[in-house]
T-cell receptor, first 112, second 113 residues
Framework: GAGVSQSPSNKVTEKGKDVELRCDPI?????LYWYRQSLGQGLEFLIY????????KSGLPSDRFSAERTGGSVSTLTIQRTQQEDSAVYLC??????????FGEGSRLTVL | GENVEQHPSTLSVQEGDSAVIKCTYS??????FPWYKQELGKGPQLIID?????GEKKDQRIAVTLNKTAKHFSLHITETQPEDSAVYFC????????????FGRGTSLIVHP
């Protein structure tokens, strides 16, 4: 079956531009997570969606970051006015309630 | 919030040797401890997990131990093979309104043939 799909797999942008990263979770998974992985760093939590509940945005590093999840399925992470320190791999994961997270392969963002 | 420390950051072993990765956590309410393996260019994948009602769990060449009193847990890989080379992440989470695992910083395991 299909796993978590992320697009684009690679994105190079100029400082100051906006970017959108997309995540298609596994069908039926109610929970969706965004994490950021910088070079040599661990997985930094960004935002969590669970069903129809209000998202947990406690990990977003600044107000330039936002995310939405439409119809309880596809999610989009938006970074406005990108900075060089935003360069990282952005990982999306989904899960059935509590338990194993299924990760996508990530979107590698490079800000020049 | 929860804080997970992971050591070592890099581990180099010879094929056939054992490898041990250790993690500590700070929140005594945490009760679920998964381990993920991340191969180059891919997303992390769950390899084993343990809940706080058991002290040890084994699956073929991998095992995880948990010491709730000391708040630490470890991943043990025996008879390592070159395909075990990857980055390994531990994580901790607790029950509540949301379930958000806190991850360690990862261990890069290199198995030399």
């Amino acid at each position: 079956g299909a796993g978590v799909s992320q697009s684009p797999s690679n994105k190079v942008t100029e400082k100051g531009k906006d970017v959108e990263l997309r995540c298609d979770p596994i069908s039926g998974h109610t929970a969706l997570y965004w994490y950021r992985q910088s070079l040599g760093q661990g997985l930094e939590f960004l935002i969590y969606f669970q069903g129809n509940s209000a998202p947990d945005k406690s990990g977003l590093p600044s107000d330039r970051f936002s995310a939405e999840r439409t119809g309880g399925s596809v999610s989009t992470l938006t970074i406005q006015r990108t900075q060089q320190e935003d360069s990282a791999v952005y990982l999306c994961a989904s899960s059935l309630d509590v338990g194993e997270l299924f990760f996508g392969e990530g979107s590698r963002l490079t800000v020049l | 919030g929860e804080n997970v420390e992971q050591h070592p950051s890099t581990l180099s072993v010879q094929e056939g040797d054992s490898a041990v990765i250790k993690c500590t956590y700070s929140d005594s309410a945490s009760n679920y401890f998964p381990w993920y393996k991340q191969e180059l260019g891919k997303g992390p994948q769950l390899i084993i997990d343990i809940r706080s009602n058991v002290g040890e769990k084994k699956d073929q060449r991998i095992a995880v131990t948990l010491n709730k009193t000391a708040k630490h847990f470890s991943l043990h890989i025996t008879e390592t093979q070159p395909e075990d080379s990857a980055v390994y992440f531990c994580a901790a989470s607790k029950p509540g309104g949301s379930y958000i695992p806190t991850f360690g910083r990862g261990t890069s395991l290199i198995v030399h043939p």
